[in-house]
């Protein structure tokens, strides 16, 4: 699903992360968890960056998803 609807992100002057999904902002990180994010997307790949900023939103595998 992340395929077809990959996750965004911008980091403004201030230090924010926004995550975004399908042209609308989903979240807004900030403070040291903005630094720390900032740091694992600048080492990570294209599939773990999507991966970050799905865990990022804080709505990803609740373990009680359906098969």
């Known amino acids: 699903m992340l395929e077809s609807d990959p996750f965004s992100y911008r980091?403004?002057?201030g230090g924010l992360v926004l995550v975004s999904r399908g042209g609308r902002t989903v979240v807004t990180v900030g403070g040291a968890p903005a630094q720390?994010?900032?740091a694992a997307l600048a080492s990570a790949g294209p599939d773990e960056e999507q991966l970050l900023l799905a865990k990022a939103t804080g709505n990803y595998r609740h373990?009680?998803?359906r098969r």
Do not use: M
């Open 11 to 13: 980091v403004t002057k």
């Open 36 to 38: 720390k994010l900032q």
């Open 63 to 65: 373990g009680n998803e």
